[in-house]
């Protein structure tokens, strides 16, 4: 019995989304945040968290209006829910988390048109239920989260030589740290997501060729 088939939903869902079906490296979803907050790890972290948040609570309230929505209007009636989700998420950055909210300034947003979202309302949402529809929508997110939050990372320590905000390779090496100023510019996340999928892809398939071994040689 393989491990996909050991695992229950709720897991193969995780693992899809986390790793097998991947929405950055695999379906290649939500690429343009990379360019707008990934210089920073806390506006990334926020940005995603917004993300996640909104993908789960679109995917179970569709999924269980589902039987209700006509199919003519059913992707007008997906973008109402979705705006709603993002405005909730709006104001209570902007009420308890202002600085924040103005250094996104429009990018919260824009959260309606991250294509994650209707992805996993048009793709699960439609013929699942809400709790499983809404656990999708959030590890869809944390997929998303885990691949920005690691660009991130690697622009903010290489472009101003600190982790949230704080100091670290500048801390380390003093003057002898200098910035990388192409890691601040938005053309690095282009390489960074290329790296990222490439890596991925790669080691994916390793994976499968070492299971198919595994397999060939347990026979």
Known sequence: MSAAKKRGPAAEILVQNLWWNNPIFIQVLGICSTLAVTNNLTNTAIMTIGVSLTTAFSSMSLSDLNKLIPNKVRMIVQVLVISFFVIIIDILLRAYLPDISRSLGPYVGLIITNCIIMGRAEGFARSNPPLLSFWDGLTSGFGYMAVLMLIAVVRELLGFGSL????????????????????????????????????????????KIAAKAKQGGAK
């Open 164 to 207: 949230f905000g704080l100091p670290v390779l500048s801390a380390l090496l003093g003057a002898a740290f200098t910035p990388w100023t192409i890691m601040i510019m938005a053309p690095s996340a282009f390489f960074l997501v290329a790296l990222v999928m490439w890596g991925a892809k790669t080691l994916q398939e390793n994976m």
